[in-house]
């Protein structure tokens, strides 16, 4: 059973940092295709960064250049680093992951956290 585990939101001003982490257990997670995906109040959710089983990775264009996206297969754990945050950049934030291939759209995930809030005031 595929389980995912965000951990590292909170409130920080604009221009800020935070990291936020997922634990996966119940799969190796160099196997699956993970990726961030965000949900703001009052709007539809977008993905924010992906990465598949080759260990390439892709931003949506309103983070590139602020967040990065890593793994650590030890720790089976993504990681995002989210840098100059933005208020715009406020909003739930969940870890998924699928098998084998990354889905053409965010919603072909076949797993979800429960996610982390992230509020930039």
């Known amino acids: 059973h595929v389980q995912l585990v965000e951990s590292g939101g909170g409130s920080v001003q604009a221009g800020g940092s935070l990291r936020l982490t997922c634990l996966v257990s119940g799969h190796t997670a160099n196997r699956y295709c993970m990726g961030w995906i965000r949900q703001a109040p009052g709007k539809e959710r977008e993905g924010v960064a992906t990465?598949?089983?080759?260990?390439?990775?892709y931003y949506t264009d309103a983070v590139k250049s602020r967040f990065t996206l890593s793994k650590d297969d030890a720790k089976n754990a993504l990681y995002l680093q989210m840098d100059s945050l933005k208020p715009e950049d406020t909003a739930m934030y969940y870890c998924?992951?699928?098998?084998?291939?990354?889905?053409?759209?965010?919603?072909?995930?076949?797993?979800w956290g429960q996610g982390t809030q992230v509020t930039v005031s």
């Open positions: 990465i598949d089983t080759d260990g390439n990775i």
């Open positions: 998924a992951a699928t098998h084998p291939l990354c889905p053409a759209t965010f919603q072909g995930y076949n797993y």
